[in-house]
């Protein structure tokens, strides 16, 4: 007798020492990456804090190859997170079938969730583009700083 997997959603074909295509694919980028990462700032701002540098270029894509959860990839389920913290809206069923007494209850629904939004301090977010935008701002000066500390200041080739 042949036992077969019932789950065959969960079969996975090794291609290079056990590991996935998709995540041999993502451990070379990561090497590669971490290495020119590596390569290209140890003359400037010494080994360690070259490789310091280099894990947030070198996390998203292994995290992408090898990390799942229920099903989804690391993207996958970034990009599902970040639609419902800032683009979900609640679901509201109303009935058409009397009008008036729907536009009440529409009314009151709507009044009723805006005066619990405010007491759990929920309320409708404003900004949240401009939230977004100031991030990457801030991570565009952060990087922009550590490199020109890294080329004229103390880190500087002497």
């Known amino acids: 007798m042949i036992e077969i997997n019932k789950d065959i959603e969960k079969i996975k074909e090794n291609v290079f020492f056990g590991l ?7 451990a070379l980028l990561s090497l590669i990456v971490g290495s020119a990462v590596v390569l290209l700032l140890q003359n400037y701002i010494g080994l360690v ?3 310091y540098v280099a894990v947030p270029a070198v996390a998203p ?14 993207f996958e389920l970034w990009r599902r997170r970040i639609r419902f913290m800032f683009f ?45 935008k100031t ?3 801030c991570i565009v000066v952060t990087t922009m700083a550590v490199l020109y500390w890294a080329l004229y200041g103390k880190g500087a080739l002497r």
């Open 20 to 26: 996935t295509a998709k995540q041999s694919i993502s």
């Open 61 to 74: 894509i292994a995290l992408g190859g090898f990390y799942s959860y229920n099903g989804m990839s690391f």
């Open 88 to 132: 979900n809206r609640p679901l509201l069923y109303v009935s058409t079938e009397d009008e008036d007494r729907a536009e009440k209850a529409k009314k009151e629904i709507l009044k009723k969730t805006k005066d619990e939004a405010g007491l759990y301090g929920l309320k409708k977010r404003k900004g949240t583009n401009k939230m977004i």
């Open 49 to 51: 804090a070259s490789a």
């Open 135 to 137: 991030v990457i701002i």
